[in-house]
Each structure stands twice: as structure tokens, then as C-alpha cells.
């Protein structure tokens, strides 16, 4: 069964930095995509940026600010959180999608507040 757990939310200040991170586990391929999304209240959840194959891609509102990187022997994915503002507050959740098939963590909540 592949599982995706997520750390490294908290309480940041604006303009403050903030990483989290999503280890994985299970029969996931090497050819996976991993990405992260954030859900705010009363928003849809949307995609922040992703990574696999041989390419990686960040939604226009963290372009600048967010790097996301993975290290393949840890099965496990990092956002680096540069900048962040007050709407960037949201449960970020990892997602992979290998084969097919999708997944999700439970999330990480992410708040940015003076």
C-alpha cells in the first residue's frame, strides 16, 4: 500500500520561509510524478508545483518563491517555501501519481500570519 506523509507546516510571519516535506512508502515505480497542492478555506484545491519526468513546474502565483525537489533514495519530496504570504495560507498535501493511479497524504497546514 503506498502511504505519503507529510511534515514541516507550522506558523511562519510574512516574508518568512517555511519547508515541507512528504516521505513515501510503498511499491511506487521510479517513473512516479510527485507533486503538491494547497486547499484554503472556502477555495478549490489547486496545484502548487510538480516533479517527475525529467521536468518540474510551479503554478504562477509561487513562481519565484516555491522550489520543490525530491532525493530518490528517501522516497521523499520537499517544497521550500521563500516569501510567503498571508495568501499562501493552506493545508498543503502531496500527491503521487504512478501508473495510473493517484495519491494523497493527509496534509500539512501551512499559516502565514503576523
Known amino acids: 500500500q503506498v502511504q505519503l506523509v507529510e511534515s514541516g507546516g507550522g506558523l511562519v510571519q510574512p516574508g518568512g520561509s517555511l519547508r515541507v516535506s512528504c516521505a513515501a512508502s510503498?511499491?511506487?515505480?521510479?517513473?512516479?510524478?510527485m507533486g503538491w497542492y494547497r486547499q484554503a478555506p472556502g477555495k478549490e484545491r489547486e496545484i502548487v508545483a510538480y516533479?517527475?519526468?525529467?521536468?518540474?513546474g510551479y503554478a504562477d502565483s509561487v513562481k519565484g518563491r516555491f522550489t520543490i525537489s525530491r532525493e530518490y533514495v528517501k522516497n521523499t519530496v520537499y517544497l521550500q517555501m521563500n516569501s510567503l504570504k498571508p495568501e499562501d495560507t493552506a493545508v498543503y498535501y502531496c500527491?503521487?501519481?504512478?501508473?495510473?493511479?493517484?495519491?494523497w497524504g493527509q496534509g500539512t497546514q501551512v499559516t502565514v500570519s503576523s
Open positions: 500527491n503521487a501519481f504512478d501508473r495510473g493511479l493517484s495519491y
Open positions: 510503498g511499491s511506487l515505480s521510479s517513473a512516479n510524478v
Open positions: 516533479i517527475g519526468g525529467g521536468s518540474t
